[in-house]
């Protein structure tokens, strides 16, 4: 296969979380074509992951094909190819497709393919495939990693944070409770609360990443809420304690929680710690973890989204060999 072909054909299926459907269907097609058995995972509104195998794997090597908005196309520009999850998660699809294939030419067969949809907002398709855990005692996940193994990542924790107030006429505004300046207030009160701190992580962090309210500019708005997202270093309990100080005006709802892990490595492959989340915890059915790809994530979820294809290429070989090192039993 022509791994650069196989990744802009994916990416320029528009697969937004909540819309994988039509590339699943074409990852299906590719990966029966190529001779695997591959399996639909259910998992809401007619998506669905993909399990594909050859014998009863040891090593699944994994990723996911949801993308963050908006869609773009791909396109190739000197050594770089650029599009909507060219970097994060399509390009490393690709390689890894293109890897056991490699291994499946030296006569190896006890390799699998898990890809996955939802992994950009909420998991729901890695909660879905840890309910069917194929006996693999390693998985080799795909994120961008610089072609660096993960030493560790960070959590996760999702929160909504809803204000209730009383709508009025804004001509006549002490008739009303207004639920933005609640939301407002309560946000600028986080700025200066004390986050958890970890030696080996550091101190959480958190992004307001979506604020939504009121009904019209002449209307004192009755609702408000906001999401908040922790990069988180341990438990998120003292977080949520924190969130319920900000007072009765502001309800905090958790949405999502994934840990923070560390993760197994090998001798003489670079490795570094990346402050981002995935879908690793959410698949310890699958076995031992490793999480390796080709890319930075600082590109990835940008309007410059790309990879190279120098880097991509060259990740083939990198999945080939951490494969190999699993079957071996290292």
């Known amino acids: 296969m022509n791994p650069i072909a196989f990744a802009r054909a994916l990416i320029d299926i528009d697969s ?140 996760v924790l999702r929160v909504r944070l809803e204000a209730r107030g009383r709508a009025a006429h804004s001509a006549a505004p002490e008739h009303g409770d207004s639920a933005i300046d609640k939301l407002i207030d309560a946000l600028v009160k986080m700025r200066g609360m004390t986050w958890p701190s970890d030696p080996y992580f550091g101190s959480t962090f958190y992004t307001i990443g979506l604020i939504e309210g009121g009904v019209a500019p002449n209307v004192i708005p009755a609702h408000a809420s906001a999401e908040v997202l922790f990069r988180t270093v341990g438990a998120p309990e003292p977080i949520l304690e924190s969130l319920r100080a900000l007072g009765p005006a502001i309800a905090a709802r958790e949405v ?36 390796f790809g080709p890319g930075s994530f600082l590109l990835a979820h940008t309007a410059d989204e790309h990879i190279t294809i120098s880097e991509l290429t060259a990740a083939i070989d990198g999945y080939c060999n951490l494969a190999t090192e699993c079957l071996r039993g290292g």
Do not use: M
Not at 40 to 65: I, K, M
Not at 107 to 118: A, D, P, Q, S, W
Not at 136 to 149: A, H, M, Q, V, Y
């Open 16 to 155: 937004t979380t909540g819309r994988e459907t039509a590339a699943g269907e074409w990852l299906r097609g590719e990966l029966r074509r190529l001779g695997y058995t591959v399996t639909e995972q259910p998992v809401a509104d007619g998506r669905f992951n993909l399990y594909a195998r050859l014998d009863d794997p040891v090593v699944v090597l994994s990723t996911h094909f949801d993308c963050v908005p908006p869609f773009f196309p791909s396109r190739i520009e000197a050594d770089r190819l650029y599009g909507r999850g060219s970097c994060d998660a399509k390009g490393i699809l690709a390689a890894q497709v293109a890897a056991a294939e490699r291994l499946r030419e030296r006569g190896e067969r006890r390799l699998g393919l898990l890809f996955v949809v939802g992994e950009e907002r909420g998991s729901d398709g890695a909660i879905a495939a840890n309910a069917q855990p194929p006996g693999s005692r390693f998985l080799i996940n795909g994120e961008p990693t610089d072609s660096k193994l993960a030493t560790s990542t960070r959590g």
């Open 256 to 291: 999502l929680r994934v840990p923070a892990v560390r993760l197994r490595t090998v001798d003489g492959i670079p490795s570094a710690a990346f402050p981002f989340t995935t879908d690793v915890p959410l698949l310890d059915r699958w076995g031992t973890p490793l999480l």
